[in-house]
């Protein structure tokens, strides 16, 4: 286990005991899910020859991932990864590979690929809380924590940059299908790989976890039933960080049809669009880095909503926007926020649960910000055209102002209700 250090850096990050194997492995499987979902698409596409039909095989499998992995992540707290993650990830790898089969080939049956899609989803493993949860108990001292969860936030952004290039790399010589497989066998190696980690055995609560845990079980009161406690002690310290989560989903979902809808009023070759949103990709990265550099003297809730409303103001300016130059410098100081309000998002969620509730907490949050971003490219799409692009530019930044006052109001309130807060920072 890790002890306070005066100046963290990332390399103690990974100087920790069993803490590179085991991000390396975490890593590993969670790169599936960077490839996967192209994978579907093109191996779909090929195999039926309608975009309609993937469209939907993508929906159902990105659906079933998303909605049910507060579900999957409450097994994990229940019953330990070690016990949970092989069953569900062979399951997983499994369903994946029927999926590859049915692929493989024109001519499959599209009910049959929309379900086996669809009950993969239902089993992917939720290997980013589970990772996350883990930091908490690897590392002791708090502001190598908040490093630790920014490297993993920074990373996580890597891998679907990554993953989509290495399924362009795998067609160049095999057919569609084969981007499943691969799918499957990182998720399934990667799994392996990590609950066999030394980190499963030796994961304990940091001693400020338990003092902070300690804290909100005295401040409630000692009547009651103690699940009763843990139910309101998560939801009361779940509730902002889900909030502007979902919030910062919508927003940056509607950024992608925003610039592609910016380039095409002003004439501009589609060509730069990409590079566009790699500036957001590009700030996100560097602001996760810097945010795990700073000590910041304010609490993560108020962070976490001051980083919410910085995205925010800057998606609403970003629609005034002379050019596409200025607009990809505008993406990429949006993009400085981006890591630093879901790194925040899940270390408060993380402060904020119970010992037996902490990959829950995390998934909560996971699953937000992914239901935000399937929900607001719908949205955006509704709005393009019927409103001037300023305008939508505007709505895409005020979903998360709207979720900074809101988590804010939920906080002081909390507060003045006589809820513990979090661990102090």
């Known amino acids: 286990m890790s002890t306070p250090l005066s100046r963290p850096s990332y390399a103690a990050v990974l100087r920790v005991p069993h803490a590179r194997r085991t991000f390396t492995a975490a890593l590993t499987a969670r790169l599936s899910y960077g490839t996967v979902s192209l994978a579907v698409l093109l191996s779909v596409t090929h195999a039926t020859g309608s975009y309609a039909v993937s469209g939907t095989v993508l929906s159902l499998f990105g659906a079933t991932t998303v909605f049910l992995m507060p579900l999957r992540a409450s097994l994990i707290d229940r019953h330990g990864p070690r016990r949970v993650l092989p069953p569900m990830s062979a399951l997983y790898g499994a369903l994946l ?3 590859a089969v049915l692929t493989w080939r024109p001519g499959a049956p599209a009910v049959a690929i929309a379900l086996t899609a669809a009950l993969a989803g239902g089993c992917a493993p939720p290997l980013g809380p589970t990772m996350r949860a883990l930091w908490s108990g690897l590392v002791t001292d708090r502001d190598l924590l908040r490093r630790a969860y920014s490297l993993d936030g920074v990373a996580e952004e890597l891998l679907y940059v990554s993953g989509p290039a290495l399924i ?13 497989l691969l799918s499957a066998a990182l998720n399934v190696g990667g799994t392996c790989a990590f609950v066999t980690s030394p980190a499963m055995t030796a994961r304990r609560p940091s001693p400020a976890k338990e003092e902070a845990t300690g ?3 005295a401040g409630e009161g000692a009547t009651g039933a103690r699940s009763g406690r843990s139910r309101t002690a998560l939801v009361r310290g779940v509730l902002p960080p889900v909030v502007v989560a979902l919030g910062a989903g919508l927003a940056l979902s509607a950024v992608e049809l925003l610039v592609l809808a910016f380039a095409t009023e002003r ?7 990409p590079w566009v949103l790699g500036a957001l990709s590009a700030g996100s990265a560097l602001g996760g880095l810097a945010n795990g550099v700073v000590r910041w003297r304010t609490s993560a809730r108020t962070r976490l909503c001051r980083f919410a409303a910085g995205l925010g103001l800057v998606l609403a300016a970003a629609g005034l926007a002379p050019d596409l130059w200025t607009l990809t410098a505008a993406m990429a100081c949006a993009g400085a926020f981006i890591a630093p309000v879901l790194t925040t998002a899940y ?14 907490a995390g998934a909560w949050v996971n699953m937000a910000v992914n ?11 509704l709005v393009i055209g019927r409103l001037p692009l300023p305008v939508c530019f505007t709505l895409a930044g005020g979903t998360a102002l709207l979720a900074a006052a809101a988590a804010a109001g939920r906080v002081a309130g909390a507060v003045r209700a006589g809820a513990a807060p979090g661990l102090r920072r």
């Open 97 to 99: 590979g029927v999926l």
């Open 168 to 180: 362009a790399v795998l067609g160049g010589f095999a057919p569609p299908a084969a981007g499943i």
């Open 215 to 217: 804290a909100r079980v």
């Open 267 to 273: 004439s501009y070759d589609p060509a730069p669009v």
């Open 347 to 360: 270390l408060l969620a993380d402060e904020s649960a119970q010992e037996g509730a902490r990959t829950q």
């Open 371 to 381: 239901a935000g971003s399937s929900g607001g490219a719908m949205a955006a799409g």
